[in-house]
């Protein structure tokens, strides 16, 4: 069996520690209990599975916005990349399609789908596995797990079993219902549908055959955007009958809003933060080296990132998405990049030009691609580390005090001997992130300039 | 009748938009009603006086680290620069002093003492001039302002009076009583002690020369730290017998915490944030770019500045001198000086070298002082504006773009002939805001170069 990891979404409910690059299963506010250090959910995921399943069992969909952090956070696994954003289903089909014409998973071998922002026991990734032998031996189109339910959610889909043995199989399903329609379900003995599906690869490949879509990789890739832009569950699932299910009794929850994801957390502070004793229940997290103090709040949870501040009360916080988002920052204020990141210090306008300040880290080894802008100019101060300086050409070794000015058109890169941070002003009209033009240069050569 | 303004105190309570160099006077927070702007106590104060009396009747009695701030906010008004924080007895005394040997104030004039803290209607300073009729006609030592007490607070001084006449004659003082006993003293026909002080500039004289103090304003400058540290309550009025008062029945409030002075802000929001609409009776008073959310809290003052986060529900605030306070930056992350402003955007610490980035702005024909640093190297990226430029004695005229890189040792000024903005990198070991050493230069020869 082959476990697709589905990593998408962005993360509005968790603003402002989540953007675009930064959805909520890259924030490393979870602890392993092992280690004693902080993780993410991405990383707890990866790392509960890869007790039941080996590396090279796994393969991350995702998108483009993600691979950096991906890459950071769980090394040098196999990602397939969804060219745009579209739903589950064709973010599965495409890692389907890559299993299978790239790596060569034959037509009845298992796939098993998860995501990455469930918390649960890793006692539920060993159901996932049974789960494939379970759909193997019956011969069943899919398979699903169902969560034994612990109080009438209206915010879950429930399945409905047609029988109670071990091995049920499914009968119906039905999408968020009323409290008291719930509790009726509960008793009826429908569970939680946890959104794992498993599968042998050659459902996906005849549906996709049966609508036309080629199941080679690079060809499906060039055709991503006519992919129906539907969920796997509205797609596939809907349209099966012979669908089996495991049930799961144990610890399952979904992170998603600030109330469910400290109720996580192992600490009521991470970063500078202090709570007066009378805070009760009342959570910190802060990105920033400002301190934030909290004085007779209780039930709350104040978030601060350089993207912004949120204070909210913990029920209130699933409201998040509704409100609250509009005037935001277009631009995100902090990214972690392949090579580093960097962190946005001030935004300003002077007279008709836009000025930006920022605060670079290049890690030991990586490098700033060869670059020029059209209408920025930069001005770089080296504030630690060693690096190579490439302008226009010419290479020089770069270390904490030099200056280096960049101008509009001036070709340039660094790269990283050791760990090198510098400070940048932008200043250019317009002045956005894309006024950028990559040239390719050889870095072998220039690496050995510094030895 | 001379007026002396005290403008003192550092403004913990208030923290993180008050600090040492800017009290909570300073706070532009309410809101001037016939011009609709923001204005702060300070400025409320002097234009409420300025009804009352004339500008040159008035002399404002501070330390030296809130003169840049009230010449900024109040303009060329006369002020008395305590050369160290001591208490009020030797503030008033100094001014005294001031008034009487540079300014020629006959000793048997009258002198009116008021605080820039007190939240009242132009009506009080109205009585602050009866009043020294009143002391004036009666010959008494000393005249007080009763105000009427709206309930029976344990945080104020109470005044007892020996009878009821339109004027009082002081009988008694309780300091703080429990709000029991303030109960009683209301009944009995007790006011509130709202801290005007009336009096013959001879009364602090006497007291001066009785304990061997000169009365000449330099001489007394240079024995100021030899001054009783006390209160002007505690030295002169417990010891007086010839007491007098008036009172005012109208609005009298102090604005010391977050809970009182929310009150009397005009809007909910200053700044950039947004209350979701069950967040009732909250306020931001965000100072950063940077948005603030809140999301279902009520009752609750969220206070945004370059020093920090404060999240406090209202009647707690009361509490922030107790607590809460450690741990903070020591050095002030934003300040107004008379040549313009500065902004801490990041601080940071790398190879045993501090960085610290700032961003700056001079005023239009304001100027740094000529300088130079024994440890620090700057980096100056200029943003906006138009400025002559000094460095070891060569002048440039310099311009949004233009960097300037200024080693520990060198010297160097800025003149902003237009206001000018620049990005500043300093980086050192050790790094202070007083490894500064001030050369004189010819401002007049510089600005010529100019023309």
């Known amino acids: 069996m082959k476990l697709i990891l589905l990593s998408g979404g962005s993360g509005t409910r968790l603003w402002p520690l989540s953007n675009d690059a930064r959805a909520k299963q890259f924030l490393k506010v ?32 995702t998108n483009v916005a993600q691979t950096d952090m991906l890459r950071n956070q769980l090394g040098e696994i196999p990602i397939v990349v969804e060219p745009e954003r579209r739903d589950t289903f064709p973010a599965i089909a ?22 990455v922002d469930a918390y649960v026991d890793t006692a539920f990734y060993e159901r996932v596995g049974e789960l494939g032998e379970l759909v193997y031996n019956t011969g069943a189109e899919l ?49 939680w549908n946890s959104g794992v599906f498993v599968f042998p690869v050659s459902l996906v490949l005849d549906i996709l055959e049966s609508k036309g879509f080629p199941i080679q990789y690079d060809l499906l890739l060039s055709e991503f955007s006519a992919l129906p832009k ?19 009794d144990g ?54 990132s350089a993207d912004g501040i949120l204070i909210t009360d913990k029920p209130a916080s699933s409201r998040m998405k509704d409100m609250l988002l509009d005037g935001l920052f277009s631009r995100p204020m902090y990214e972690e990049r392949r090579w ?58 770069v270390q904490a005090g030099d200056v280096l000015q960049i101008s509009a058109g001036s070709k340039h890169a660094i790269y990283a001997e ?17 006024d950028i033009v990559r040239i390719t240069m050889d870095w072998e050569e220039t690496m050995e300039y510094c030895s």
Chains 1, 2 share one sequence.
Not at 232 to 246: N, R
Request: hydrophobic content about 40%; proline content about 3%; overall charge negative.
């Open 230 to 248: 539907k969920s796997f569950d509205y797609e596939v699932v809907e349209h099966l009958s012979e669908i089996v299910a495991l049930t799961y």
């Open 30 to 61: 979870l602890r392993n209990e092992e280690t004693g250090e902080f993780e993410s959910m991405v990383q707890r995921v990866f790392r509960q599975l890869s007790s039941v399943v080996t590396a090279d069992e796994m393969i991350v969909a």
């Open 94 to 115: 495409l890692a389907c399609v890559y299993l299978h014409s790239e790596l060569g998973m034959p037509r009845d071998e298992m796939i098993g789908v998860v995501s």
């Open 340 to 397: 580093g990141w960097y962190r946005v210090l001030d935004v300003t306008k002077k007279e008709d030009r836009e000025i930006l300040t920022k605060r670079l880290c290049v890690h030991a080894g990586r490098n700033l691609s060869y670059q020029y802008h059209h209408y920025r100019d930069e001005t770089w101060t080296i504030i630690s580390g060693l690096a190579i300086f490439v302008q226009d050409g010419v290479k020089r070794l």
């Open 251 to 304: 610890y399952w929850k979904d992170l998603g809003t600030w109330n469910t994801l400290t109720e996580e957390m192992s600490s009521t502070i991470i970063g500078n933060g202090a709570l007066s004793e009378d805070s009760v229940n009342t959570h910190i997290v802060n990105e920033l080296e400002l301190p934030v103090k909290v004085l007779g709040i209780s039930n709350a949870v104040v978030a601060v």
């Open 418 to 434: 050791t760990e090198t941070e510098f400070i940048e002003v932008q200043m250019g009209t317009p002045l956005v992130e894309d």
């Open 143 to 191: 398979g699903l797990l169902g969560v034994k339910p612990t109080y009438p959610s209206s915010k879950y889909g429930y399945l409905i079993p047609a029988n109670h043995d071990v091995h049920m199989d499914v009968q119906r399903f039905v999408e968020k219902p009323t409290e008291e329609a719930a509790e009726e379900l509960i008793e009826e003995g429908a569970y």
